[in-house]
């Protein structure tokens, strides 16, 4: 099941937060209640709700999303939520413009690429480690040098990993 959000997320414009959309989503077997987050009883159910958010709004939309998952968790749910929260956030990093909100995207991005590569999945955490390393510049390597370097090697070890771990063995 896809998460839809914490119910405080839905989109503005169209009502979808609205707690009474919410329950007949509900009702209808579209969506299921689980505390405050409502998830998707299937994939393609979750397709076509996305394809009804037209294009030009969807990078601001997942960075609303990622923004309120982010704001909405706990230090002990972030852990939890760690990949949703960086996902959503990334598929909006285009509308980031605060260096300060880089920096903290691009953290997560480092905290997720950790856990995808402490569970031997390199070519994710490679992935996360360039989206954060994507957020930074040049001036960075002095305001944010930690930052920077651990996305760089990461980076770089995980493509080794992801390439050594796929090639056969003699």
Not at 95 to 118: F, M, P, Y
């Amino acid at each position: 099941m896809s998460p839809i959000a914490h119910s405080r997320l839905g989109s503005r414009r169209n009502g979808a937060s609205d707690p009474r959309r919410l329950r007949e989503a509900v009702r209808a077997g579209l969506v299921l209640r689980q505390e405050n987050d409502y998830r998707f009883l299937h994939d393609r159910i979750q397709q076509a709700a996305y394809s009804l958010i037209r294009e030009e709004h969807r990078a601001e939309t997942h960075l609303r999303i990622g923004r309120a998952l982010l704001a909405s968790a706990m230090a002990d749910q972030l852990a939890e939520r760690l990949f949703d929260v960086a996902n959503q956030l990334n598929r909006g990093a285009a509308l980031l413009i605060d260096r300060d909100e880089k920096s903290q995207v691009a953290t997560i991005n480092l905290r997720a690429g950790r856990k995808a590569k402490a569970s031997a999945a390199y070519e994710s955490g490679l992935a996360y480690f360039s989206a954060g390393m994507a957020l930074l510049d040049e001036r960075d390597w002095g305001g944010q040098y930690g930052l920077t370097s651990a996305c760089g090697s990461n980076a770089r070890s995980a493509s080794f990993l992801s390439v050594t771990s796929t090639e056969p063995s003699n």
